[in-house]
């Protein structure tokens, strides 16, 4: 009888688990879909139809619609799946609830390797000086994403390199991505002192998270990565799942606990790399998400990861319909989901309390 009970409330709790994976899976079409009716063009319902069924007499629509529109919401899905699915890995490995890309210095490397293109090689003062004419004729948008990747991916290796000198222990890492990621902040801050005017600006308003760079080419580049990295996750979901009860316990269950790590960390900042590289600085994505999700379904990775995918994507959606809804041009993505970031940690700090913890 005993036994009986236990088997339907596991039954019944994998039913609700499967529900929630069903209602984020259709809260992010419908999200898609009204996404490309909202925008500064202020084109209404029937001609954003007309447009997306290529039927619309205005040339313009049909480019606003397949030209940005479509792009932008593909970059906010693909984007925001990858930035969730990683920070819910990097928790896990590190076990370590506020690990995140900024943790790791992804982040900060990539926003000084575009630094570095942009106002050193593109519209700063080695070239252009602050001739707009140049800077405009010079400047490379796939070119500075090249840069910002690059010096993600070193900084990444560069950390996991110093981890392996000492004993490759969460703590460790943690520490080594602090540090490097204040050297690649500091190095921002001197190269934005002796930039130009225009390569100043450049260089700022790169930095913020703006899906309206996306194209198809980027989308494409970006889902690769996304969907090889998402993959991995799910077929090594109970590997993860015996590194939460402890390294020791997971070796005794045959998993290469720091192998694992090495390589779980790698793709994960190597998704992030990309989409910060293509579309900038995009916070708190990879810590939101998967506390919600761990809060929703626990810590089982067979559920925690298609629900960070998903909800990574349904924020990010949720966000690029807020900036483009407010004020007459979008305001950029990075901005909402680092004002949704304050209100989350205060209320993980009272919940904290709450707990006793």
Same mark, same amino acid.
């Given at each position: 009888?005993?036994?009986?009970?236990?088997?339907?409330?596991?039954?019944?709790?994998?039913?609700?688990?499967?529900?929630?994976?069903?209602?984020?899976?259709?809260? /992010?079409?419908?999200?898609?879909? /009204?996404?490309?009716?909202?925008?500064?063009?202020? $084109?209404?319902?029937?001609?954003?139809?007309?447009?997306?069924?290529?039927?619309?007499?205005? #040339?313009?629509?049909?480019?606003?619609?397949?030209?940005?529109?479509? %792009?932008?919401?593909?970059?906010?899905?693909?984007?925001?799946?990858?930035?969730?699915?990683?920070?819910?890995?990097?928790?896990?490995?590190?076990?370590? %609830?506020? #690990?995140? %890309?900024? =943790?790791?210095?992804?982040?900060?490397?990539?926003?000084?390797?575009?630094?570095?293109?942009?106002?050193?090689?593109?519209?700063?003062?080695?070239? *252009?000086?602050?001739?707009?004419?140049?800077?405009? *004729?010079?400047?490379?948008?796939?070119?500075?994403?090249?840069?910002?990747?690059?010096?993600?991916?070193?900084?990444?290796?560069?950390?996991?390199?110093?981890?392996?000198?000492?004993?490759?222990?969460?703590?460790?890492?943690?520490?080594?991505?602090?540090?490097? !990621?204040?050297?690649? =902040?500091?190095? *921002?801050?001197?190269?934005?002192?002796?930039? =130009?005017?225009?390569?100043?600006?450049?260089?700022?308003?790169?930095?913020?998270?703006?899906?309206?760079?996306?194209?198809?080419?980027?989308?494409?580049? $970006?889902? #690769?990565?996304?969907? /090889?990295?998402?993959?991995?996750?799910?077929?090594?979901?109970?590997?993860?799942?015996?590194?939460?009860?402890?390294?020791?316990?997971?070796?005794?269950?045959?998993?290469?606990?720091?192998?694992?790590?090495?390589?779980?960390?790698?793709?994960?900042?190597?998704?992030?790399?990309?989409?910060?590289?293509?579309?900038?600085?995009? @916070?708190?994505?990879?810590?939101?998400?998967?506390?919600?999700?761990?809060?929703?379904?626990?810590?089982?990775?067979?559920?925690?990861?298609?629900?960070?995918?998903?909800?990574?994507?349904?924020?990010?959606?949720?966000?690029? =319909?807020?900036?483009?809804?407010?004020?007459?041009?979008?305001?950029?993505? !990075?901005?909402?989901?680092?004002?949704? @970031?304050?209100?989350?940690?205060? #209320?993980?700090?009272?919940?904290?309390?709450?707990?006793?913890?």
């Amino acid at each position: 009888m005993r036994n009986g009970t236990i088997t339907n409330k596991y039954k019944a709790e994998k039913r609700k688990k499967v529900v929630v994976l069903i209602i984020l899976a259709a809260a /992010v079409l419908v999200l898609a879909f /009204v996404c490309l009716f909202v925008g500064s063009s202020r $084109m209404s319902v029937s001609d954003c139809i007309s447009a997306l069924l290529r039927t619309s007499s205005s #040339a313009a629509d049909v480019r606003i619609i397949w030209n940005i529109r479509i %792009p932008r919401v593909l970059a906010a899905v693909i984007a925001g799946a990858g930035l969730s699915v990683s920070g819910l890995i990097m928790q896990s490995v590190l076990n370590n %609830p506020m #690990a995140s %890309p900024s =943790t790791l210095g992804v982040s900060n490397a990539a926003v000084f390797g575009a630094n570095l293109s942009i106002i050193a090689f593109a519209g700063g003062f080695l070239t *252009t000086g602050n001739n707009l004419t140049n800077y405009s *004729t010079g400047a490379n948008p796939y070119a500075v994403s090249f840069v910002a990747f690059v010096f993600s991916l070193l900084s990444i290796l560069l950390i996991l390199a110093l981890c392996k000198l000492r004993s490759f222990s969460s703590g460790v890492v943690v520490l080594a991505g602090i540090a490097t !990621g204040s050297v690649w =902040t500091a190095g *921002t801050a001197l190269l934005q002192f002796y930039a =130009t005017d225009v390569g100043l600006s450049a260089a700022v308003i790169w930095s913020f998270g703006d899906l309206g760079r996306a194209t198809y080419l980027t989308d494409l580049i $970006m889902f #690769a990565a996304v969907a /090889v990295g998402s993959t991995f996750f799910a077929l090594m979901a109970w590997r993860y799942n015996a590194i939460l009860s402890g390294d020791a316990q997971a070796k005794t269950m045959d998993v290469k606990v720091d192998v694992l790590r090495f390589v779980s960390l790698l793709a994960a900042s190597m998704i992030t790399a990309l989409c910060v590289s293509y579309l900038g600085m995009i @916070g708190f994505v990879g810590i939101i998400c998967p506390h919600i999700v761990k809060k929703l379904l626990g810590h089982n990775h067979r559920y925690t990861v298609p629900a960070s995918i998903l909800s990574g994507s349904l924020l990010l959606l949720l966000a690029d =319909t807020l900036s483009r809804s407010i004020g007459s041009a979008a305001i950029p993505v !990075g901005a909402i989901t680092t004002l949704l @970031g304050a209100p989350f940690f205060i #209320a993980v700090i009272f919940g904290k309390k709450e707990n006793g913890s």
